[in-house]
């Protein structure tokens, strides 16, 4: 079984910082894509970035500029760097990955979502 935790959500002032951080475990082969989206109030969930296996990286443009994934394969770990945060950054921020479980075998996993509130 895999599971996907998330952690470093919280309350930040516009303009902060802040780090988010994914760690997947279990049994499986492969992280072969790990990723982060955002989920606003009313508004459906949607990608900020992602990077896939072959070390390629794509970013929304709202995120451009201003976020920065990054990955540990070494303890199947991948983070989400956000500076200069504003109050529309406010959301639900879940990560993401496809996870090859065997050599026949890939799934998408998500975590269960930390919030990131940017208030004054």
């Known amino acids: 079984q895999v599971h996907l935790v998330e952690s470093g959500g919280g309350l930040v002032q516009p303009g902060e910082s802040l780090t988010l951080s994914c760690s997947a475990s279990?049994?499986?082969?492969?992280?072969?894509?790990m990723g982060w989206y955002q989920q606003a109030p009313g508004k459906e969930r949607e990608l900020v970035a992602v990077?896939?296996?072959?070390?390629?990286?794509n970013y929304a443009d709202s995120a451009k500029g201003r976020v920065t994934i990054s990955t540990d394969n070494t303890k199947n770990t991948w983070y989400l760097r956000m500076n200069s945060l504003k109050p529309e950054d406010t959301a639900v921020y879940y990560c993401?990955?496809?996870?090859?479980?065997?050599?026949?075998?890939?799934?998408?996993?998500w975590g269960q979502g930390t919030q990131v509130t940017v208030s004054s």
């Open positions: 279990g049994n499986f082969f492969s992280v072969d894509t």
């Open positions: 993401y990955a496809e996870i090859r479980v065997n050599r026949n075998y890939q799934f998408e996993y």
């Open positions: 990077r896939t296996s072959d070390g390629s990286t």
